[in-house]
């Protein structure tokens, strides 16, 4: 059973466009951090968010964590053919050690 | 600069072998995990290891069996291969007293067909 389900699971869109992604669930979490993989390599992490509510900026990226703690988005602004890859949010719950990943969006940005 | 290192990085097995993956890290993290990837299904936890000495099971556990060697490795072995465990394979490292905020580091992958 997918704990944390992700969409949309593919996008494809154009050099300066917006997009938007989410990572919903119904459980709850201590933190919930996002990835990005590229081909042939193993995830790194982008982000952590840790409290309800909770915006983090990193450059053009936007991510935000559910009032409740048990959604997430990333908001892309102006994507960038760089921006192409694997997405993917991890949920840590405290005091399990284990990260619980999402299904993944892969996103291709066109030139 | 090592981080994560898996090997091998690709195998191909027939149905009933087994094989061992490797994965070692030189970052002196406490905790280790295993994780398959599949097309859609993103990330599952295969098996963890909180600390050494301890070993658990994540989601997707049957089939595999794991050895924590030391505190540097980790490995997962497949005592005897199917078809459906053909995957990527990924191994990762987390830092002690990093809490909720811990990152996972990950190797490069070991891409693994079962015949």
């Known amino acids: 059973t997918q704990l944390l389900e992700q969409s949309p699971q593919f996008l494809s869109i154009q050099e300066g466009e917006n997009l938007t992604v989410y990572c919903n669930s119904s459980s709850v979490f201590s933190s919930l951090q996002w990835y990005r993989q590229e081909p042939g390599e193993g995830p790194v992490l982008l982000v952590t968010?840790?409290?309800?509510?909770e915006v983090k900026k990193l450059k053009r990226l936007t991510f935000q964590f559910g009032d409740a703690r048990k959604d997430s988005s990333l908001h892309i602004t102006a994507a960038q053919p760089g921006d192409t890859g694997l997405y993917l949010c991890?949920?840590?719950?405290?005091?399990?050690?284990?990260?619980?990943f999402g299904t993944g969006t892969r996103l291709k940005v066109l030139a | 600069n090592a981080g994560v290192t898996q090997t091998p990085k690709f195998q191909v097995l027939k149905t009933g072998q087994s094989m061992t993956l490797q994965c070692a890290q030189d970052?002196?993290?406490?905790?280790m995990y295993w994780y398959r990837q599949d097309p859609g299904m993103g990330l599952r936890l295969i098996y963890y290891?909180?600390?050494?000495?301890?070993?658990d099971k994540g989601e997707v556990p049957n089939g595999y069996n794991v050895s924590r060697l030391n505190k540097r490795e980790f490995s997962l072995r497949l005592e005897s291969a199917a078809p459906s465990q053909t995957s990527v394979y990924f191994c990762?490292?987390?830092?002690?007293?990093?809490?909720?905020?811990?990152?996972?580091?990950f190797g490069e992958g070991s891409r693994l067909t079962v015949l």
């Open positions: 991890a949920a840590y719950t405290s005091g399990t050690y284990k990260y619980i």
């Open positions: 968010v840790v409290t309800g509510g």
């Open positions: 970052m002196n993290h406490n905790s």
């Open positions: 990762a490292s987390r830092e002690s007293g990093t809490g909720i905020t811990g990152e996972l580091f």
């Open positions: 290891s909180a600390s050494e000495g301890t070993t």
